[in-house]
């Protein structure tokens, strides 16, 4: 086989570069970044970037190519176009000062709760006066994180006239004023609630709407049934994390290992936290190792607020009046079950204990 052929003489590895000339071009290029970047921060705006863009392109097609601006002779070896480079350079910019702006819009109007727009109905025909409807966006946040945003769609009432004898046929009129409920993606058990507000403050004519209320009021309930579930999610989460694994093996007769994997567990504990789907009940299960026949458990009703409306905790049907109060916590006197003040702590406070303390006497 023939050997390849030489290197050209510019790619020889044994030639030293000249050192002078690349400082030289090193120099020439910082010099050329300052000059763009001080074109770059006199410039104020996204606008003003845009307009400098369409301003440089349309100059560019409108000059002769006699007056081009030759580009920039760096060294022998590199050409650089400054027309080129600076349009480049400035439509990069503009695009990402604008992608900012708008992300930044995005996260001031989720950071607000609420956000009104308007869209097109796809169930309603091009030519119908009710096609357009106003959306309004609500959003929920806990633990410093968005939740699933909810929407409401709300169409214009029909001011349309009765058909008379003179206008059998009447023009379908859109009412200006008044709004009704069309659509949404509020969960079903809220639907009664939902529907009790619409129709408090979204009235038909001739009476006044207050829509501001309305998607206010409705916001407080699906805040609050937010709360609720994030606060007892942690406790869920924390049950069911320290829930004991038994080894099927220790209950062998013959297994005479000192060091019983099952000595560690508690004779009776948690096994089951159960929370019903609008966070308003919950539902304690508590399992004994030694006799799981015996049934223990609890209910716990909430308020809106999160509170505690109701409290039961029974052993084969009798209630446990000592383990009730010690759910409630020791500042249920001071009001602490009126709101979710109660909630943080309550995996501690679900142990089991055989007897009430004798403070509680």
């Known amino acids: 086989m023939s050997s390849p052929p030489p290197l050209p003489h510019k790619f020889n590895l044994s030639e030293e570069p000249d050192l002078p000339e690349l400082q030289q071009q090193i120099h020439d290029l910082t010099q050329l970044r300052n000059s763009y970047q001080a074109s770059l921060l006199s410039l104020r705006s996204t606008k003003t970037l845009k307009d400098h863009l369409s301003s440089s392109s349309s100059s560019s097609s409108?000059?002769?190519?006699?007056?081009?601006?030759?580009?920039?002779?760096?060294?022998?070896?590199?050409?650089?176009?400054?027309?080129?480079?600076?349009?480049?350079?400035?439509?990069?910019?503009?695009?990402?000062?604008?992608?900012?702006?708008?992300?930044?819009?995005?996260?001031?109007?989720?950071?607000?709760?609420?956000?009104?727009?308007?869209?097109?109905?796809?169930?309603?025909?091009?030519?119908?006066?009710?096609?357009?409807?106003?959306?309004?966006?609500?959003?929920?946040?806990?633990?410093?994180?968005?939740?699933?945003?909810?929407?409401?769609?709300l169409k214009p009432h029909d001011d349309t006239p009765k058909p008379t004898s003179e206008n059998p046929s009447p023009t379908e009129t859109p009412s200006e004023t008044h709004l009704i409920l069309h659509r949404h993606t509020i969960p079903a058990y809220f639907i009664q609630p939902l529907n009790d507000l619409a129709e408090?403050?979204?009235?038909?004519?001739?009476?006044?709407?207050?829509?501001?209320?309305?998607?206010?009021?409705?916001?407080?309930?699906?805040?609050?049934?937010?709360?609720?579930?994030?606060?007892?999610?942690?406790?869920k989460n924390e049950v069911y994390q320290n829930i004991p694994q038994l080894d099927p093996d220790n209950n062998n007769d013959d297994n005479d290992n000192d060091n019983d994997n099952n000595d560690n567990i508690p004779n009776i504990y948690v096994s089951e936290f159960i929370i019903d789907p609008e966070a308003r009940l919950v539902e304690i299960?508590?399992?004994?190792?030694?006799?799981?026949?015996?049934?223990?458990?609890?209910?716990?009703?909430?308020?809106?607020?999160?509170?505690?409306?109701?409290?039961?905790?029974?052993?084969?049907?009798?209630?446990?009046?000592?383990?009730?109060?010690?759910?409630?916590?020791?500042?249920?006197?001071?009001?602490?079950?009126?709101?979710?003040?109660?909630?943080?702590?309550?995996?501690?406070?679900?142990?089991?204990?055989?007897?009430p303390p004798s403070s509680s006497f």
């Open 285 to 355: 299960h508590w399992l004994q190792t030694n006799n799981p026949s015996t049934k223990r458990l609890a209910y716990i009703a909430l308020t809106e607020e999160g509170g505690i409306e109701g409290l039961v905790v029974k052993q084969d049907n009798q209630r446990i009046l000592h383990m009730e109060m010690q759910i409630k916590g020791p500042n249920w006197l001071r009001g602490a079950t009126d709101s979710m003040d109660w909630i943080p702590g309550l995996f501690q406070r679900l142990q089991w204990s055989s007897a």
């Open 62 to 153: 409108t000059t002769p190519s006699s007056q081009t601006k030759p580009p920039i002779s760096i060294s022998p070896s590199l050409q650089i176009s400054d027309k080129n480079l600076n349009d480049i350079l400035l439509a990069r910019s503009a695009e990402l000062s604008a992608d900012h702006q708008e992300w930044t819009q995005e996260a001031l109007y989720r950071m607000a709760g609420l956000t009104k727009f308007t869209v097109t109905d796809p169930s309603a025909s091009s030519s119908s006066p009710f096609n357009n409807i106003t959306g309004i966006r609500i959003e929920v946040m806990a633990d410093g994180k968005f939740g699933t945003p909810y929407y409401l769609f």
């Open 200 to 235: 408090k403050y979204l009235p038909p004519p001739p009476r006044i709407q207050n829509l501001d209320r309305f998607v206010r009021d409705v916001r407080h309930f699906l805040v609050l049934h937010y709360f609720r579930r994030a606060s007892l999610s942690h406790i």
